[in-house]
């Protein structure tokens, strides 16, 4: 019996490393060892915070809310087209979008504050984005209840609604290191509803 402990306790913290890092995270604030590269800029708050009730023009146009959760974990990302950082990482949140999105992620854009239609036609176009949903949010009162203070901020929601986490400036949202830390967040908050 001796000899059996004397070979396995060497090994002991080696096997429980491998556990923790191959097990997803149970919540978001196990987010924290995947905050590499740019994601260190990424704050995760200790627990889920409700995020305000009020309403901006969802990518159809009509009034919907944040609160109003879509059973997804979504990155909302609020920017302006007269925003250099937000115009340099919108392809990275566009591809994003095409890699990840789906019944258990989406990436959701509002141009907030003055933003004209054609401006913001105009730069997707430019840019190619074609296939991102953008929303609206014309007089700033949703970047204003959310604490937006400049621009480009990005928010992690829970499938619940609540925002999880938050990050002040571009990132490359479609790097490894994004990915990796919205594929543990995901598997971290089950199936689909």
Known sequence: MASLSSAILPI???????????????????????????????????????V???????????????????GRVRLVNFWATWCAPCRKEMPALAALERARGG??????????GRNS???????????????????LDPKGRLAAAMG???LPVSLLLDREGQEI????????????????????LVASQGDTP
């Open 12 to 50: 002991l913290p080696v096997l429980a490393a491998a556990l923790l890092y191959a097990a997803p995270p149970a919540n978001a604030t196990d987010l924290e060892p995947l905050r590499t590269g740019e994601m260190r800029k990424l704050v995760v708050h200790p627990a889920p915070e409700p």
């Open 52 to 70: 305000p009730d009020t309403e901006y023009l969802g990518p159809d146009g009509q009034p919907t809310t944040l609160a109003a959760s879509n």
């Open 103 to 112: 019944p258990d992620f989406q990436v959701v854009t509002i141009a907030t």
């Open 117 to 135: 239609p054609e401006a913001i036609a105009a730069f997707r176009e430019e840019a190619g984005i074609t296939d991102l949903p953008n929303a």
């Open 148 to 150: 937006v203070a400049g």
């Open 165 to 184: 986490a938050r990050m002040m400036g571009d990132a490359d949202w479609n790097g490894q290191d994004a990915r990796a830390l919205i594929d543990a």
